[in-house]
């Protein structure tokens, strides 16, 4: 029963998805917000760096933004999620309780079938010139799907794979990150504002440089 909702709940929120893609289309402003020009990200960087009243105002809009995104969509995906995750917990899959080959053999099957759905969105979006109505709405869809198969074959390798570690003096350092998820959290916020808001960096670095940074931080964590 939990499986079934879960999965009716999931796909409440997919199907939603592609309504509000049909529902809204494409127009000038859509398709800026989505690949904004030189002079709105100059703009951006402006309330960002400078603070006060407008980067409290543009900052309450997009989380009213996303608040609303969760309500009337992204949540039914979260919930269904959720129960999906419970029954996994309680035959056991979740709690290591499956034999390692099991595990094994499910985590390259899941990420194998994720990179299939993955690959080709996104040559589709490079393809449509990362459009507004197929990056966000259309090809979101598979996208999301692929996201559930390859989280799950990530937890199923680890089952599989992850003995070694778990035996090892890395456990130790990971668990003690995973108990302080939430510190964490906010002490990546704080590293990141110190450097791209009060040191500088923003809008300065290419992606392969921001792709850099991203375990010096997790250093710092």
Known sequence: ?????????????????????????IDGQANSFWTPTAAELDAEAQWKLAGGIQAWSARFSRTLMIQLAIIIQYGWELVGLMLIGAVLMRNGWLKGNAEISTYRRQGWMLFGLSL??????????????????????????????????????????????????????????????????????????????????????????????????????????
Do not use: E
Request: with cysteine.
């Open 116 to 221: 299939l759905i993955h690959l080709p969105v996104a040559a589709l979006q490079w393809w449509s010139d990362w459009r507004f109505d197929w990056a966000n709405y259309y090809l979101q869809v598979p996208k999301d799907l692929a996201a559930v198969l390859q989280g799950l074959g990530y937890m199923a390798l680890w089952y599989g794979y992850g003995q070694r570690i778990q035996l090892s003096r890395i456990s130790k350092y990971l668990a003690s990150v995973g108990r302080m998820t939430l510190s964490n959290y906010l002490l990546q916020t704080v590293v990141c504002t110190t450097l791209f808001y009060h040191l500088g960096w923003y809008q300065q670095l290419d992606r392969l440089s921001l792709l850099a940074l991203v375990p010096l931080i997790w250093c710092i964590n």
């Open 1 to 25: 029963s939990l499986l079934r909702t879960g999965i009716v709940l999931f796909s409440i929120g997919i199907a939603l998805l592609l309504c509000l893609g049909l529902l809204t289309g």
